[in-house]
């Protein structure tokens, strides 16, 4: 606040905004530097090549390093130029590392990109590993000109506050439109006159206008965009501490080694020491030297209680670290004895928190959460939405593994190459298999398993994983990822299975792939009963996320008799009759008649290969569909129940 901006030269208003450490200054230093150049107006690419004309001169060389390192980055092939994805328009769900590295992605495709971050600030000192992919690849884009001592010599961490800043100011720089203190809340349908939408606190905020082509979850672990089926990973109860130190830089704290992962099986003697000087009983401790000291520990959960920093052995987890049961003053403690017996560390106090309390926070991670897929479709009034989602919202790590921003630069960049399917109109369910196939290699991967070349990966998968297998799909695995208002299989999933594409260009630029509008479809759509208010189209408001969960026997139907006579209608002829809703659709029989009817196509070397029932024309003796119930029949019941299925 304190800076006279308008007398300051422009290189050394770029030298704040490089040098900026928290996301006030990062975007004030930001905001002035466009002001005093007469950009403010600008965002996207064409902010990016006002900088690049502006700040590439010899005295504001700090600023000309830096830009040239993103233009030989937005160089690549599969960013066409920014062509890729150009016009594609995207939401993101959360500014922390993994969220903010995707928009870099998203802005070199070309893409118009917003991201909304919900904290007012990046507060986070905790300090993370890095594999050597996400080292290079930040090197890459520039991170040692906003943070000298990135990664220097062996040190492989950094901490999250640093590294949201810098992938801040690298995607500024690339035009991100970024808006700290917005929380989504929900996604809008369509309605007549707009596209999807996003419901955002504050509600008057003007990204709530904002019509985006995708939205992606980059909101951590407890992501609130919705769709997600989340699996449940239990393993044995483990509690963890993290703690933060202030890092005063003394000589006698340079000289301190840091600990990078000590488990209990590695090193028995340090553990069995450490009981026996102070009570504290761990698993494993990891210490790394960042802006803090900061130290992470599995302790057991009796030493907890010994200690008192327990109050009462609770069986459920939410109770017993409920803060009720917590005794903060024994947990401050406990977290001092156990870093100081660690290292010997000189000064032990303690770095403050967002809420201006001692950093110190004692967790649960015996659950891990994974969601059940990555990218999912909706499409409602003509209007494809896919929603994606990277880094702890698609896969929560277990953190003594340091796997979780390497995995989520990874699911970034996956997601990336999805962005740029769409945009070079590659079909919607050949994006959703391959972003699945691709995804399920990710809880696997570990730095070893990943190509040995870490300089020439891109977001293409291909040159990042070893074996990703070109294999087929079945189109059933990925036809309830995509949720369609028009009624009807889309040509796209009917067409049996597809084979991915393994090279960068091969296609993308097949822009007669793009995915079939309603009105392109050449299949009939089924005339049913009025349908459930929850499957209506809203005219206006939020999607009904029950919707999205809810299992179908609870979703309500129209009138039973008026269903049982629809039925009835459009199987007459088959020879198979429906009594009730339930037992007689049990062998499977009527409802393949049902969808024969509509769809014959489906039933590969069924008697007939076009439309069957026309119930004005056919009568019970027609021997046509007779022979169809008999093809059905003969094909075996165990094979249509599994289809039903
Ligand atoms: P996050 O970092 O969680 O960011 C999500 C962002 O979304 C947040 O800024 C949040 O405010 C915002 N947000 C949430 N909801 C909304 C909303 N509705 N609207 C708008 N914004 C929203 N990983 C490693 O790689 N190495 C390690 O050594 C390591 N150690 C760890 C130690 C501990 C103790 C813990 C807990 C984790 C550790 N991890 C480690 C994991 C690492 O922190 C995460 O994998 C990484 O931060 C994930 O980044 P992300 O961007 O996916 O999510």
Redesign the pocket.
């Known amino acids: 606040d304190n800076v006279a901006w308008s007398e300051l030269p422009v290189e050394r208003v770029y030298d704040y905004f490089a040098q900026a450490t928290s996301l006030e200054s990062v975007l004030r230093a930001f905001g002035e530097l466009k002001a005093k150049l007469g950009v403010e107006e600008l965002r996207g690419l064409e902010l990016f090549g006002a900088l690049r004309e502006k700040l590439c001169t010899q005295k504001t060389w700090k600023a000309r390093d830096a830009l040239q390192l993103l233009e030989k980055r937005a160089n690549q092939q599969e960013y066409m130029g920014q062509k890729a994805a150009e016009g594609v328009k995207v939401l993101i ?7 903010l590295r995707l928009a870099i992605d998203c802005l070199l495709l070309g893409c118009d990109v917003r991201v ?4 007012p600030s990046f507060s986070r000192n ?1 300090v ?2 890095l594999w050597p992919f996400t080292i290079e690849d930040l090197r890459q884009l520039g991170a040692k000109k906003f943070c000298g001592k990135f990664c220097a010599g062996a040190i492989d ?1 950094i901490c ?1 506050r640093s590294l949201q800043c810098i992938l801040l100011k690298i995607s500024l720089l690339l035009g991100l439109s970024f808006h700290a203190g ?3 809340l929900q996604v809008l349908e369509p309605n007549a006159d707009t596209g999807w939408r996003a419901k955002l606190n504050p509600s008057d905020h003007f990204l709530n206008q904002f019509e985006f082509d995708v939205l992606v979850g ?4 407890r992501s ?1 965009v919705p769709g997600f089926d989340r699996k449940e990973l239990r393993g044995k109860l483990a509690l ?1 501490i ?1 703690a933060n130190f202030v890092n005063y830089f003394t000589r006698e704290e340079v000289a301190v080694d840091e600990i990078s992962g000590v488990a209990f099986i590695f090193n028995q003697k340090f553990f069995k020491e450490l009981k026996a000087d102070t009570g504290i009983d761990l698993e494993n401790i990891v210490y790394y030297k960042d802006d803090t000291h900061y130290f ?1 520990m599995t302790a057991k959960k009796y030493s907890l209680l010994k200690k008192g920093v327990l109050v009462a052995d609770l069986p459920d987890t939410r109770d017993l670290l409920h803060p009720s049961n917590i005794n903060k003053e024994e947990l401050y403690e406990y977290a001092v004895d156990a870093a100081g017996w660690s290292t010997e560390l000189p000064q032990l106090d303690f770095a403050l928190n967002h809420y201006d309390e001692p950093d110190v926070a004692l967790f649960d991670f015996t659950s891990i959460f994974q969601a059940e897929y990555a990218a999912r479709a909706l499409k409602r009034r003509g209007r494809d939405l896919i929603l994606c989602v ?4 698609l896969l929560e ?1 277990f ?1 003594p593994t ?5 995995r ?1 630069f990874l699911s970034a960049q996956d997601t990336a190459w999805m962005i740029r399917g769409l945009g070079q109109g590659r079909n919607m369910s050949e994006l959703l298999c391959e972003r699945e196939v691709i995804s399920q290699q990710l809880p696997q991967t570990t730095p070893e398993k990943l190509q040995n070349n870490i300089k020439t990966y891109t977001i293409n998968p291909f040159t990042r994983y070893c074996n990703l297998q070109l294999r087929k799909l079945p189109v059933q695995s990925v036809k309830h990822l995509y949720d369609t208002d028009t009624i009807g299989t889309s040509p796209a999933l009917q067409r049996g299975s597809f084979k991915m594409k393994s090279s960068a260009g091969s296609s993308s630029s097949n822009k007669e792939n793009r995915a079939p509008t309603p009105s392109s479809l050449s299949s009939p759509s089924i005339p049913v009963p009025s349908l459930s208010p929850s499957r209506r189209p809203l005219a206006e408001g939020s999607v009904n996320l029950a919707y999205y969960s809810e299992p179908a026997n609870k979703m309500s139907l129209p009138n039973p008799s008026v269903l049982l006579q629809w039925a009835n209608t459009h199987i007459h002829g088959y020879g198979i009759r429906v009594n009730d809703l339930t037992t007689s659709w049990s062998d499977g029989l009527a409802l393949c008649a049902l969808i024969h009817g509509f769809h014959p196509e489906l039933f590969p070397n069924s008697p007939s290969s076009h439309r069957l029932i026309q119930s004005s024309t056919t009568d019970e003796h027609s021997p046509l569909p007779r022979r169809v119930s008999e093809y059905l029949r003969s094909s075996g019941r165990r094979r249509w129940k599994l289809l039903i299925k």
């Open positions: 769900v959360g500014g922390g590392p993994v969220g909304i971050e919900k904290r905790n993370l590993h961490h999250i917005v929380e989504f980059a909101d951590g672990r609130t963890a993290t992470v990277v880094g702890d919202a790590p953190w340091g796997t979780g921003l390497g989520g």
